[in-house]
């Protein structure tokens, strides 16, 4: 009885850390912080826009772990920005923006990790954006060519766009932030990189966690099974 008991009780807190996993949050906009509009090309295409830092809070519960307000990023030009973004939170090791193109999300979540922090001005604001949306749209670090490029920015945009990735570059940077997803039925909204919880349950589990719910929802199967056999 104590063991079934036990098994129970993990197969619960399983499926709890599960549903805690796929819960939806509701991002909301309350800002542009530095930055400014710049002309792009992407995949043959013209696009003018807000380059820069974006200023979010939440409506409704702050996630574990997460800040009640950050600055983030956009990482989907396709999409627009909305006043209220219903998100899925995962990490950036799934993020590419092109399937072609490996460990974007890895790479974009490197400059926002160690750039971030020092933005002070418009134009590294506007060139740290710029340099995001390379790293994830291509697999090289020239802004005049490629799926992405620069059409117009003033000088000193792309001057802190080519330093972020000349070191992006040179030092194969890699490292883990947050990728809030938009989801929705017709419009999603737009994706955006920002701060990492060491805290939150993410989406993608380690094999031992697989593992720890693979053995509790079998065990506790067998177990319900056994008992039921025994009834009358």
Do not use: H
């Amino acid at each position: 009885m104590k063991k079934y008991n036990l098994l129970c009780a993990i197969f619960v807190f399983s499926l709890l850390v599960w549903s805690n996993r796929l819960l939806a949050y509701t991002l909301t906009y309350t800002g542009l912080g530095y930055g400014s509009t710049v002309t792009l090309g992407i995949g043959g295409s013209s696009i003018t826009t807000f380059a820069g830092e974006i200023a979010f809070g939440w409506t409704g519960a702050t996630p574990s772990g997460f800040p009640s307000t950050f600055k983030g990023f956009c990482c989907e030009l396709e999409q627009g920005l909305l006043t209220n973004t219903t998100v899925q939170i995962l990490n950036t090791d799934s993020l590419t923006r092109r399937g072609n193109v490996p460990y974007t999300g890895s790479m974009a979540a490197w400059l926002y990790n160690k750039y971030e922090p020092t933005i002070n001005n418009n134009a590294d604001g506007a060139g740290l954006q710029i340099a995001i949306w390379k790293s994830l749209y291509d697999n090289d670090f020239d802004l005049s060519t490629g799926y992405f490029k620069v059409f117009t920015a003033d000088a000193a945009t792309l001057s802190a766009a080519n330093r972020f990735l000349a070191d992006l570059k040179a030092s194969q940077g890699s490292s883990i932030a947050t990728w809030f997803l938009g989801i929705g039925d017709s419009v999603n909204g737009q994706d955006v990189i920002g701060p990492y919880s060491s805290s939150f349950g993410y989406p993608a589990p380690e094999p031992g966690l697989i593992s720890l719910l693979a053995c509790a929802s079998l065990s506790g199967v067998a177990l319900i099974r056994k008992r039921n056999g025994r009834r009358p």
